[in-house]
Protein backbone atom coordinates (compact mmCIF):
# COMPACT_ATOMS: atom_id res chain seq x y z
CA UNK A 1 0.00 0.00 0.00
CA UNK A 2 2.79 2.27 0.91
CA UNK A 3 4.80 1.61 -2.40
CA UNK A 4 0.87 2.44 -4.53
CA UNK A 5 1.33 5.96 -2.54
CA UNK A 6 4.29 7.14 -3.15
CA UNK A 7 4.01 6.20 -6.87
CA UNK A 8 0.59 8.41 -6.91
CA UNK A 9 2.28 10.98 -5.27
CA UNK A 10 4.89 10.82 -8.03
CA UNK A 11 2.49 11.20 -10.48
CA UNK A 12 1.11 13.85 -9.27
CA UNK A 13 4.23 15.91 -9.48
CA UNK A 14 5.47 14.57 -12.66
CA UNK A 15 4.91 17.77 -14.59
CA UNK A 16 7.52 19.34 -12.27
CA UNK A 17 10.62 20.54 -13.84
CA UNK A 18 13.31 18.63 -13.19
CA UNK A 19 16.59 18.64 -15.17
CA UNK A 20 17.31 15.06 -14.80
CA UNK A 21 19.15 15.62 -18.61
CA UNK A 22 21.45 18.39 -17.08
CA UNK A 23 22.98 15.90 -14.65
CA UNK A 24 26.29 15.17 -14.72
CA UNK A 25 27.56 11.47 -15.76
CA UNK A 26 26.86 8.61 -13.26
CA UNK A 27 30.30 6.93 -12.55
CA UNK A 28 31.97 3.88 -10.38
CA UNK A 29 33.10 4.13 -6.84
CA UNK A 30 34.88 1.20 -5.50
CA UNK A 31 32.89 -0.99 -8.41
CA UNK A 32 29.50 0.52 -7.08
CA UNK A 33 27.63 2.54 -10.20
CA UNK A 34 26.97 5.89 -8.05
CA UNK A 35 23.83 7.86 -9.91
CA UNK A 36 22.39 10.91 -9.57
CA UNK A 37 18.62 10.94 -9.43
CA UNK A 38 15.87 12.87 -9.94
CA UNK A 39 14.05 14.61 -6.92
CA UNK A 40 10.20 14.95 -6.67
CA UNK A 41 9.48 16.37 -3.73
CA UNK A 42 11.24 16.84 -0.84
CA UNK A 43 8.98 17.09 3.13
CA UNK A 44 11.51 19.10 5.61
CA UNK A 45 10.44 18.82 9.41
CA UNK A 46 12.32 20.93 11.55
CA UNK A 47 12.58 21.32 14.86
CA UNK A 48 14.71 23.83 16.88
CA UNK A 49 14.98 23.15 20.25
CA UNK A 50 16.01 26.01 22.16
CA UNK A 51 16.30 24.11 25.80
CA UNK A 52 18.56 21.31 24.77
CA UNK A 53 20.20 23.61 21.64
CA UNK A 54 19.62 21.48 18.84
CA UNK A 55 18.18 21.53 15.71
CA UNK A 56 16.93 18.09 14.12
CA UNK A 57 15.74 17.43 10.86
CA UNK A 58 13.63 14.57 9.43
CA UNK A 59 13.40 14.92 5.37
CA UNK A 60 11.46 12.67 3.44
CA UNK A 61 12.38 12.88 -0.58
CA UNK A 62 10.64 11.29 -3.06
CA UNK A 63 12.31 10.14 -6.15
CA UNK A 64 13.05 8.59 -9.46
CA UNK A 65 16.05 6.51 -10.32
CA UNK A 66 16.53 6.12 -14.18
CA UNK A 67 19.16 3.29 -13.96
CA UNK A 68 19.90 0.54 -11.97
CA UNK A 69 22.83 1.46 -9.19
CA UNK A 70 23.30 3.51 -5.79
CA UNK A 71 21.77 6.80 -5.33
CA UNK A 72 23.55 10.13 -4.64
CA UNK A 73 22.59 13.15 -2.85
CA UNK A 74 23.91 16.02 -0.96
CA UNK A 75 24.50 16.56 3.13
CA UNK A 76 27.88 18.42 4.49
CA UNK A 77 26.80 17.16 8.00
CA UNK A 78 26.75 13.67 8.28
CA UNK A 79 23.43 11.95 8.41
CA UNK A 80 22.13 10.72 11.87
CA UNK A 81 20.82 8.08 9.77
CA UNK A 82 19.05 6.86 6.56
CA UNK A 83 15.42 4.76 5.68
CA UNK A 84 15.11 3.19 2.50
CA UNK A 85 11.74 1.19 1.73
CA UNK A 86 12.01 1.27 5.85
CA UNK A 87 14.93 -0.36 6.44
CA UNK A 88 17.87 1.87 7.39
CA UNK A 89 20.79 1.54 5.36
CA UNK A 90 24.70 2.83 5.38
CA UNK A 91 25.69 6.19 3.69
CA UNK A 92 28.94 7.46 2.47
CA UNK A 93 30.64 10.44 2.08
CA UNK A 94 32.51 10.05 -2.02
CA UNK A 95 34.60 11.91 -3.84
CA UNK A 96 33.46 12.45 -7.61
CA UNK A 97 35.58 11.99 -10.43
CA UNK A 98 38.75 14.45 -10.79
CA UNK A 99 38.03 14.93 -6.67
CA UNK A 100 35.54 18.71 -7.91
CA UNK A 101 33.41 17.61 -5.27
CA UNK A 102 32.09 15.90 -2.75
CA UNK A 103 29.04 13.96 -2.08
CA UNK A 104 26.85 11.32 -0.26
CA UNK A 105 25.83 7.93 -1.41
CA UNK A 106 23.50 5.98 -0.16
CA UNK A 107 24.79 1.93 0.02
CA UNK A 108 22.30 0.49 -1.04
CA UNK A 109 21.65 -0.52 -4.93
CA UNK A 110 18.36 0.08 -6.13
CA UNK A 111 16.53 -0.61 -9.33
CA UNK A 112 14.83 1.88 -11.34
CA UNK A 113 11.86 3.23 -10.42
CA UNK A 114 10.55 5.48 -7.65
CA UNK A 115 11.49 5.17 -4.52
CA UNK A 116 11.28 7.13 -1.04
CA UNK A 117 14.38 7.48 1.88
CA UNK A 118 13.94 9.48 5.62
CA UNK A 119 17.00 11.27 6.34
CA UNK A 120 17.28 12.38 10.00
CA UNK A 121 19.75 14.83 10.32
CA UNK A 122 21.11 18.14 12.63
CA UNK A 123 21.38 21.63 11.51
CA UNK A 124 24.50 22.75 12.75
CA UNK A 125 25.70 25.57 10.12
CA UNK A 126 24.23 28.84 10.34
CA UNK A 127 22.59 28.49 13.84
CA UNK A 128 22.87 30.56 16.82
CA UNK A 129 20.83 29.26 20.00
CA UNK A 130 20.67 31.67 22.97
CA UNK A 131 19.72 31.00 26.85
CA UNK A 132 18.17 33.44 29.12
CA UNK A 133 19.73 32.58 32.85
CA UNK A 134 16.84 34.52 34.50
CA UNK A 135 14.24 33.29 32.56
CA UNK A 136 15.33 29.70 31.16
CA UNK A 137 11.89 29.39 29.51
CA UNK A 138 12.76 32.61 27.07
CA UNK A 139 15.81 31.71 25.34
CA UNK A 140 15.57 32.13 21.60
CA UNK A 141 17.31 30.57 18.28
CA UNK A 142 18.43 32.56 14.89
CA UNK A 143 19.27 30.04 12.20
CA UNK A 144 20.06 31.30 8.10
CA UNK A 145 20.17 29.20 5.23
CA UNK A 146 22.51 31.46 3.59
CA UNK A 147 24.64 30.35 0.64
CA UNK A 148 27.65 31.42 -1.40
CA UNK A 149 28.30 30.11 -5.03
CA UNK A 150 32.14 30.80 -5.03
CA UNK A 151 33.14 27.91 -2.61
CA UNK A 152 32.14 24.23 -3.34
CA UNK A 153 28.89 22.59 -1.11
CA UNK A 154 27.95 25.97 -0.02
CA UNK A 155 24.13 25.77 -1.36
CA UNK A 156 21.07 24.15 0.47
CA UNK A 157 23.51 21.09 1.28
CA UNK A 158 25.33 22.97 3.90
CA UNK A 159 21.64 22.68 5.95
CA UNK A 160 19.41 20.21 5.03
CA UNK A 161 19.82 17.01 2.82
CA UNK A 162 19.62 18.00 -1.34
CA UNK A 163 20.88 17.54 -4.87
CA UNK A 164 23.24 19.05 -7.21
CA UNK A 165 22.04 22.60 -8.99
CA UNK A 166 20.69 20.62 -12.05
CA UNK A 167 17.29 19.31 -10.20
CA UNK A 168 14.52 21.69 -9.88
CA UNK A 169 11.60 20.10 -7.32
CA UNK A 170 9.35 20.56 -5.21
CA UNK A 171 9.78 21.68 -1.44
CA UNK A 172 7.94 22.28 1.73
CA UNK A 173 9.38 22.62 5.04
CA UNK A 174 7.82 22.70 8.90
CA UNK A 175 9.31 24.08 11.50
CA UNK A 176 8.68 24.22 15.38
CA UNK A 177 10.66 25.96 17.81
CA UNK A 178 10.42 24.33 20.63
CA UNK A 179 11.57 24.55 24.67
CA UNK A 180 11.03 28.50 24.98
CA UNK A 181 8.08 30.84 25.29
CA UNK A 182 10.05 33.43 23.68
CA UNK A 183 7.83 33.86 19.73
CA UNK A 184 10.07 33.97 16.22
CA UNK A 185 9.53 35.03 12.57
CA UNK A 186 10.50 33.53 10.07
CA UNK A 187 11.89 35.42 6.69
CA UNK A 188 11.25 32.69 3.68
CA UNK A 189 10.67 32.98 -0.19
CA UNK A 190 7.65 30.53 -0.03
CA UNK A 191 4.00 30.13 0.65
CA UNK A 192 4.14 30.33 4.10
CA UNK A 193 1.06 29.84 6.67
CA UNK A 194 1.68 30.59 10.36
CA UNK A 195 0.11 27.54 12.50
CA UNK A 196 1.34 29.28 15.65
CA UNK A 197 3.90 32.01 16.96
CA UNK A 198 6.39 29.36 16.75
CA UNK A 199 5.20 27.06 13.98
CA UNK A 200 5.28 27.56 10.07
CA UNK A 201 4.54 25.12 7.22
CA UNK A 202 6.33 26.58 3.57
CA UNK A 203 5.55 25.68 0.52
CA UNK A 204 8.40 26.50 -2.63
CA UNK A 205 7.50 27.16 -6.36
CA UNK A 206 8.43 23.82 -8.01
CA UNK A 207 11.11 25.47 -10.36
CA UNK A 208 13.40 25.75 -7.14
CA UNK A 209 17.11 24.20 -6.67
CA UNK A 210 19.12 23.77 -4.47
CA UNK A 211 20.50 27.56 -4.48
CA UNK A 212 16.96 29.10 -4.63
CA UNK A 213 15.42 28.45 -0.95
CA UNK A 214 15.86 31.50 1.35
CA UNK A 215 15.40 31.13 5.37
CA UNK A 216 16.36 33.06 8.27
CA UNK A 217 14.42 32.51 11.49
CA UNK A 218 14.81 34.86 14.22
CA UNK A 219 13.66 36.22 17.82
CA UNK A 220 10.62 38.26 16.72
CA UNK A 221 11.63 41.54 18.28
CA UNK A 222 14.76 41.10 15.74
CA UNK A 223 15.38 43.91 12.87
CA UNK A 224 13.54 47.33 11.92
CA UNK A 225 10.77 45.64 9.43
CA UNK A 226 9.10 47.35 6.17
CA UNK A 227 6.10 45.24 4.74
CA UNK A 228 5.13 47.30 1.46
CA UNK A 229 3.77 46.26 -2.01
CA UNK A 230 5.70 47.06 -5.61
CA UNK A 231 3.10 47.38 -8.54
CA UNK A 232 4.51 45.17 -10.80
CA UNK A 233 4.02 46.09 -14.95
CA UNK A 234 1.49 42.81 -15.16
CA UNK A 235 -0.31 44.34 -12.81
CA UNK A 236 0.50 42.42 -9.93
CA UNK A 237 1.04 44.01 -6.10
CA UNK A 238 4.19 41.79 -5.22
CA UNK A 239 4.83 41.92 -1.69
CA UNK A 240 7.82 43.20 -0.56
CA UNK A 241 9.59 42.44 2.85
CA UNK A 242 12.81 44.90 3.85
CA UNK A 243 14.50 44.21 7.21
CA UNK A 244 17.69 45.71 9.02
CA UNK A 245 19.15 47.09 12.21
CA UNK A 246 17.97 50.14 11.16
CA UNK A 247 15.43 52.00 9.60
CA UNK A 248 17.20 54.32 7.18
CA UNK A 249 18.68 51.52 6.00
CA UNK A 250 14.92 50.25 5.16
CA UNK A 251 14.19 53.33 3.81
CA UNK A 252 17.27 53.61 1.53
CA UNK A 253 16.50 49.78 -0.25
CA UNK A 254 13.07 50.53 -0.78
CA UNK A 255 13.91 53.91 -2.91
CA UNK A 256 16.89 52.00 -5.11
CA UNK A 257 14.93 48.57 -4.87
CA UNK A 258 11.77 50.57 -6.73
CA UNK A 259 13.80 52.33 -8.90
CA UNK A 260 15.80 49.00 -10.27
CA UNK A 261 12.46 47.19 -10.44
CA UNK A 262 11.49 49.87 -13.05
CA UNK A 263 14.53 49.33 -14.85
CA UNK A 264 14.84 45.15 -15.03
CA UNK A 265 11.02 45.57 -15.56
CA UNK A 266 11.87 47.55 -18.41
CA UNK A 267 14.76 45.76 -19.99
CA UNK A 268 13.16 42.07 -19.51
CA UNK A 269 9.55 42.24 -18.71
CA UNK A 270 7.39 41.80 -15.60
CA UNK A 271 9.26 40.31 -12.26
CA UNK A 272 9.71 36.74 -11.70
CA UNK A 273 8.55 36.19 -8.40
CA UNK A 274 5.60 36.16 -6.24
CA UNK A 275 7.54 38.03 -3.53
CA UNK A 276 10.92 40.17 -3.25
CA UNK A 277 12.76 39.89 0.12
CA UNK A 278 15.64 42.41 1.22
CA UNK A 279 17.50 41.84 3.99
CA UNK A 280 20.23 44.53 5.07
CA UNK A 281 23.14 42.87 6.56
CA UNK A 282 25.51 45.46 7.37
CA UNK A 283 28.30 43.44 5.55
CA UNK A 284 29.70 44.38 2.01
CA UNK A 285 28.64 42.80 -0.81
CA UNK A 286 25.51 40.01 -0.53
CA UNK A 287 23.86 37.18 -2.42
CA UNK A 288 21.04 36.31 -3.88
CA UNK A 289 18.01 33.82 -3.76
CA UNK A 290 14.66 33.26 -5.55
CA UNK A 291 13.49 36.50 -4.86
CA UNK A 292 15.04 37.08 -2.18
CA UNK A 293 18.35 38.50 -1.09
CA UNK A 294 20.99 39.47 1.85
CA UNK A 295 23.21 42.46 0.69
CA UNK A 296 24.05 45.86 1.30
CA UNK A 297 22.69 48.78 -0.26
CA UNK A 298 25.81 48.81 -2.90
CA UNK A 299 25.07 45.55 -4.02
CA UNK A 300 21.34 45.73 -3.98
CA UNK A 301 21.28 46.72 -8.03
CA UNK A 302 23.14 43.87 -8.81
CA UNK A 303 21.42 41.17 -6.71
CA UNK A 304 17.97 42.47 -8.30
CA UNK A 305 18.98 41.74 -11.04
CA UNK A 306 19.88 38.02 -10.19
CA UNK A 307 16.27 37.41 -9.54
CA UNK A 308 16.06 37.55 -13.52
CA UNK A 309 19.42 36.13 -14.52
CA UNK A 310 20.41 33.34 -11.30
CA UNK A 311 17.07 32.77 -9.65
CA UNK A 312 14.91 33.91 -13.02
CA UNK A 313 16.68 31.78 -15.22
CA UNK A 314 18.86 29.12 -13.13
CA UNK A 315 22.18 27.99 -14.04
CA UNK A 316 22.36 23.68 -14.51
CA UNK A 317 26.08 23.36 -13.09
CA UNK A 318 29.10 25.29 -11.89
CA UNK A 319 30.24 25.39 -15.37
CA UNK A 320 26.86 27.41 -16.29
CA UNK A 321 27.17 29.93 -12.93
CA UNK A 322 29.48 32.52 -14.72
CA UNK A 323 26.44 33.45 -17.24
CA UNK A 324 24.63 35.42 -14.74
CA UNK A 325 27.72 37.14 -12.92
CA UNK A 326 28.86 37.84 -16.17
CA UNK A 327 25.46 39.78 -17.23
CA UNK A 328 25.01 41.37 -13.88
CA UNK A 329 28.54 42.72 -14.30
CA UNK A 330 28.28 43.87 -17.37
CA UNK A 331 25.07 45.84 -16.00
CA UNK A 332 27.05 47.21 -12.88
CA UNK A 333 29.40 49.15 -15.48
CA UNK A 334 26.72 50.60 -17.84
CA UNK A 335 25.81 47.52 -20.42
CA UNK A 336 29.15 48.75 -22.48
CA UNK A 337 30.74 47.66 -25.96
CA UNK A 338 34.16 46.67 -26.71
CA UNK A 339 35.80 45.95 -29.79
CA UNK A 340 37.46 42.71 -28.57
CA UNK A 341 37.72 40.97 -25.19
CA UNK A 342 40.72 42.74 -22.60
CA UNK A 343 41.44 38.80 -22.40
CA UNK A 344 43.60 36.59 -25.16
CA UNK A 345 41.73 33.48 -23.59
CA UNK A 346 40.06 32.34 -20.57
CA UNK A 347 38.49 28.80 -19.29
CA UNK A 348 35.62 29.78 -17.47
CA UNK A 349 32.91 27.01 -18.41
CA UNK A 350 35.05 23.70 -19.52
CA UNK A 351 36.14 23.06 -16.13
CA UNK A 352 35.41 19.38 -13.94
CA UNK A 353 32.08 18.33 -15.04
CA UNK A 354 31.13 17.95 -11.37
CA UNK A 355 31.97 21.18 -10.40
CA UNK A 356 29.35 23.27 -8.72
CA UNK A 357 31.51 26.55 -7.43
CA UNK A 358 31.22 29.31 -9.75
CA UNK A 359 34.80 30.82 -11.48
CA UNK A 360 36.03 33.62 -9.91
CA UNK A 361 37.23 35.49 -13.25
CA UNK A 362 33.20 35.66 -14.59
CA UNK A 363 32.59 38.83 -13.08
CA UNK A 364 35.08 40.60 -14.91
CA UNK A 365 36.32 38.70 -17.96
CA UNK A 366 32.46 37.54 -18.49
CA UNK A 367 31.51 41.57 -18.18
CA UNK A 368 34.44 42.04 -21.02
CA UNK A 369 32.74 39.33 -23.02
CA UNK A 370 29.17 40.25 -23.17
CA UNK A 371 30.27 43.83 -24.25
CA UNK A 372 32.02 42.23 -27.00
CA UNK A 373 29.07 40.21 -27.97
CA UNK A 374 26.92 43.31 -27.81
CA UNK A 375 29.32 45.15 -30.54
CA UNK A 376 28.72 42.04 -32.83
CA UNK A 377 25.33 41.84 -32.86
CA UNK A 378 24.90 45.83 -33.24
CA UNK A 379 27.22 45.11 -36.15
CA UNK A 380 24.76 42.51 -37.70
CA UNK A 381 22.22 45.36 -37.18
CA UNK A 382 20.82 43.98 -34.22
CA UNK A 383 19.58 46.01 -31.28
CA UNK A 384 22.28 44.48 -29.10
CA UNK A 385 22.59 41.97 -26.36
CA UNK A 386 20.23 43.44 -23.99
CA UNK A 387 17.63 42.76 -26.68
CA UNK A 388 18.70 39.23 -26.78
CA UNK A 389 18.62 39.09 -23.05
CA UNK A 390 14.90 39.26 -22.94
CA UNK A 391 14.02 37.13 -25.86
CA UNK A 392 16.89 34.63 -23.72
CA UNK A 393 14.56 35.41 -20.66
CA UNK A 394 11.35 34.77 -21.81
CA UNK A 395 12.15 31.25 -23.38
CA UNK A 396 14.29 30.32 -20.58
CA UNK A 397 12.72 31.73 -17.37
CA UNK A 398 12.08 29.58 -14.44
CA UNK A 399 14.23 26.83 -16.09
CA UNK A 400 17.97 25.73 -15.65
CA UNK A 401 20.01 26.24 -18.10
CA UNK A 402 23.93 25.54 -19.41
CA UNK A 403 26.41 27.86 -21.36
CA UNK A 404 25.90 25.63 -24.34
CA UNK A 405 21.75 26.47 -24.73
CA UNK A 406 23.12 30.57 -24.10
CA UNK A 407 25.38 29.94 -27.41
CA UNK A 408 22.82 28.00 -29.12
CA UNK A 409 19.82 30.35 -28.30
CA UNK A 410 22.10 33.26 -29.24
CA UNK A 411 23.17 32.11 -32.47
CA UNK A 412 19.37 31.31 -32.96
CA UNK A 413 18.79 34.95 -32.56
CA UNK A 414 21.73 36.36 -34.51
CA UNK A 415 21.27 33.64 -37.44
CA UNK A 416 24.89 33.31 -37.10
CA UNK A 417 27.50 30.86 -35.61
CA UNK A 418 29.19 32.38 -31.60
CA UNK A 419 31.34 28.73 -31.47
CA UNK A 420 34.84 30.09 -32.06
CA UNK A 421 34.23 33.15 -29.86
CA UNK A 422 33.01 30.37 -27.38
CA UNK A 423 35.75 28.25 -27.96
CA UNK A 424 38.56 31.06 -27.26
CA UNK A 425 37.15 32.99 -24.45
CA UNK A 426 35.05 30.82 -22.76
CA UNK A 427 36.08 27.36 -23.21
CA UNK A 428 39.86 28.72 -22.94
CA UNK A 429 40.45 26.56 -26.42
CA UNK A 430 38.89 23.95 -25.30
CA UNK A 431 35.50 21.55 -26.66
CA UNK A 432 32.68 22.61 -23.53
CA UNK A 433 32.47 19.67 -21.58
CA UNK A 434 29.04 18.21 -22.09
CA UNK A 435 30.48 17.23 -25.71
CA UNK A 436 32.02 14.15 -23.73
CA UNK A 437 35.87 15.66 -24.38
CA UNK A 438 37.97 15.58 -21.52
CA UNK A 439 37.79 17.93 -19.04
CA UNK A 440 39.75 21.37 -17.81
CA UNK A 441 40.97 21.46 -14.05
CA UNK A 442 41.43 25.19 -13.14
CA UNK A 443 41.74 26.33 -9.76
CA UNK A 444 38.64 28.99 -10.44
CA UNK A 445 41.53 32.09 -9.73
CA UNK A 446 40.61 35.36 -10.01
CA UNK A 447 39.91 38.40 -7.62
CA UNK A 448 37.54 39.25 -5.21
CA UNK A 449 34.75 41.23 -6.47
CA UNK A 450 33.04 43.39 -4.19
CA UNK A 451 29.44 42.35 -4.86
CA UNK A 452 29.98 39.02 -4.02
CA UNK A 453 33.17 38.97 -1.45
CA UNK A 454 34.67 36.18 0.84
CA UNK A 455 32.92 36.23 4.18
CA UNK A 456 34.71 34.02 7.16
CA UNK A 457 32.46 31.86 9.44
CA UNK A 458 32.35 34.45 11.85
CA UNK A 459 30.75 36.90 9.48
CA UNK A 460 28.18 34.73 8.54
CA UNK A 461 27.14 34.24 12.15
CA UNK A 462 26.97 38.13 12.51
CA UNK A 463 24.23 38.26 10.44
CA UNK A 464 21.91 35.54 12.14
Not at 118 to 128: A, V, Y
Not at 255 to 276: F, I, N, S
Not at 299 to 315: D, I, N, R
Amino acid sequence: MKQFLILISFLFVYYSTAGIEQAPPNFKVRDKQAVFVDFRRAQYNITFDVQNHRALVETKILFEQKQKGYPLFDLVNRPLSVTIHDKEVEVSLIKTPGDASKLRMIEKELPKGIHQVIIHSEIENGTRFSTNDRKPDWGNVSSGFFIRDLRDRMFLEKYLPTNYEYDQYRMEIDVKVTGTKRWHSLFTNGEKTKVSENHYRVRYPDFYTASSLYFHLVPINRFVRYYLTYPSIDGRDIPVTIYSNYRFYNYLAKKKAWKVMRELEADYGAYPHDQLIIYGTGLRGGMEHAGATETSIVSLGHELFHFYFAKGVHPANGNSGWLDEALASWRDKGYQTVDLPFYDSANLAAHNLYTRKTDKRSYEYGRSFMGYLDKQLKEIGKPGLKDFLRVFFAKRKLTTVTTEDFKSDLEEYAQMSFQADFFQYIYGGHMPPESGHKHVDHDHGGEENPHHPARTEAEMLSIL
